[in-house]
């Protein structure tokens, strides 16, 4: 055969793969159905084997329009030459998995001899990270990825490139710990868009919506050292779940099932339930956008960034700058936190020596649960210039349950130890949850939700046409004669703490009305 020698070669430098590709087994072959070019030959209906296939340094590949890449488990593409993907709109390329169960290992395109340009490239199934970018340029455009259970979606090392038009949803798994800041470590971490040690990078028209496997945490787009990076119209949207527990056991066939043990009391009979083990319910996080350690010259313009955390959620942040990162220009962007469970829901959160943060044409929203707190503006730890024009910011707490019969409480604006800020035509407003009401097996109303407005502890800000406004939520009404009613939750504009606001704002604050 005419490119024997050519395949011949590049079946042998298997054996010299990279460590990242050392621990793909050999499970059968990679077969590409369609007419792909080596170094301008056409090789149609290639059948390679080995534990994964490599382009090497100085070698072509192009994927003609409509051809379909099949990967078997395990298997990889590691592009150390030049890949091009030419697919239509009409006929796109698919990169797709002999076992939709066991997956394939996502492309790998590494050095500074590789290039890769992908068009209209569909990506399904794989386990790893669909794209994983090192030390190169990456041009993508219209690629869509799709997975049930994957380790992330775009990985990039040491790499520039423009990606845009990118629609991408997948369950994540967690692999190890991310720590944003010294106090803030993410454990379980699962990262759909990961930037590390990134310089101009342009990520256009990327719509992500991902969830994390049960009892892991989700970061929807993270900067890691990262600068000069462009976030325009795209949306990202994180969900993080508790562990499932594992269903009870089959019963064999044949054998009969054994009744629940029962107990007595007050002469009647009920059935044991067993007692859940809540001490391995997994607290979970999630983030939708971070950016941290060192990142410089971040813009994100006309995104939208939605995190919600299920169950046990301790952190819930829909957009995160810390760790002494810079330059940082926000705009036209909405972001939307929820904590459905018992911790901190956060819609714009900046802390730890960040500085030089704008943020302008803003609507930032945070909720929250009966037992958790909404906040909408987050700021701490020697945060320097940070200036806002044009917000809109809300936090809003849950309502009492018979759980939790007392309503959950807000903070519209919290800034603590930091200078040099800055509010311009800023609306800033916090409600507090209601309480619940009374029924008969529970005859007291919940009393309402504090709410703050905002609070200065050890700051200083200057304000200019702003308004702070607290409402306290509304109490439970009692039930029966025997019942009392909730007390209404107290609502304050404003707090200051050894601090200081100047300029114009306005003030509201009105209490929850009591219960009757």
């Known amino acids: 055969m005419k490119h024997a020698p050519i395949l011949l070669a ?22 590409w159905t369609g007419t792909l070019y080596f170094n301008g030959s056409p090789v149609p209906g290639t059948e390679l084997h080995g534990t994964t296939y490599l382009i090497p340094s100085g070698t072509q590949v192009v994927v003609q329009p409509g051809a379909r890449l099949l990967f078997g488990p395990n298997y990889m593409l590691v592009v150390e030459g ?27 395109i590494q050095g500074s001899t590789s290039h890769a340009h992908l068009q209209y490239f569909i990506m399904e199934e794989f386990r790893g990270y669909a794209l994983r970018i090192a030390d190169t340029h990456i041009v993508a455009h219209h690629i869509h990825l799709t997975s049930s259970y994957c380790m992330g979606l775009l990985y990039l090392k040491h790499a520039s490139g423009c990606i845009h038009d990118v629609n991408a949803s997948a369950t994540l798994r967690g692999m190890g710990r991310v720590k944003l800041a010294p106090d803030v470590t993410v454990r379980r971490a699962a990262i759909a868009v990961y930037l590390r040690r990134c310089h101009s990078v342009s990520l256009q028209n990327i719509t992500v919506d991902v969830q994390g ?23 990202v949207k994180v969900f993080a779940q508790v562990r499932v527990l594992p269903p009870p056991p089959r019963t064999p066939p044949g054998i009969p099932p054994r009744n629940a043990p029962t107990f007595s009391e ?33 813009h994100v313009e006309h995104s939208a960034f939605q995190a919600v955390g299920e169950g046990h959620a301790t952190y ?26 018992k911790g901190t829901a956060c819609a714009f959160w900046v802390e730890n020596h960040a500085k030089h943060v704008y943020g302008e044409h803003l609507s930032l929203i945070a909720r929250s649960s009966v037992s958790g707190t909404a906040i909408a503006i ?10 806002l024009a044009h917000v809109n910011a809300t936090a809003i707490a849950g ?14 604006f919290v800034l603590r130890s930091s200078r040099d800020v800055q509010l311009v035509h800023v609306s800033i407003q916090a409600h507090g949850g209601d309480g619940v009401d009374g029924c008969a097996t529970h005859p007291n109303g919940g009393s309402g939700g504090p709410a703050i407005g905002a609070m200065l502890e050890c700051s200083e800000c200057s304000a200019t046409h702003a308004v702070f406004a ?35 704002y306005t003030t509201i604050e009105e209490d929850g009305v009591a219960g009757t």
């Open 213 to 235: 496997y049960p009892g892991c945490s989700v970061l929807g787009l993270l900067l890691f050292n990262s600068s000069n990076i462009h976030v325009v119209h795209s949306e």
């Open 82 to 108: 030049e890949l091009l993907v030419q697919g239509e709109k009409n006929a796109p390329v698919y990169a797709l998995a002999l076992d939709k169960v066991r997956g394939w290992r996502g492309i790998l």
């Open 470 to 504: 607290a409402y306290g939520g509304d109490g439970g009404d009692a039930y029966g004669a025997n019942g009392i009613p909730g007390d209404g939750g107290d609502a304050t504009a404003l707090l200051l703490i050894e601090s200081y606001l100047y300029g114009k």
């Open 316 to 341: 819930v942040a829909a957009f995160y700058v810390t760790e002494r990162s810079c330059h940082v220009y926000v705009d036209h962007v909405e972001t939307y936190a929820c904590s459905e469970g």
């Open 399 to 412: 309502n009492g349950s018979l759980s939790h019969p007392n309503g959950g409480k807000a903070l519209g």
């Open 10 to 31: 590049l079946t042998m430098v298997l054996g010299l793969l990279v460590p990242a590709v050392a621990y793909a087994q050999k499970t059968g072959p990679i077969r």
């Open 266 to 298: 007050g002469g009647s009979s009920s059935r044991l339930n067993p007692r859940p083990p809540s001490s391995r319910l997994r607290a979970v996080e999630s983030y939708g956008f971070a950016a941290t350690t060192d990142c410089s010259n971040i």
């Open 378 to 387: 987050w700021v701490e730890t020697y945060v320097s210039k940070l200036h």
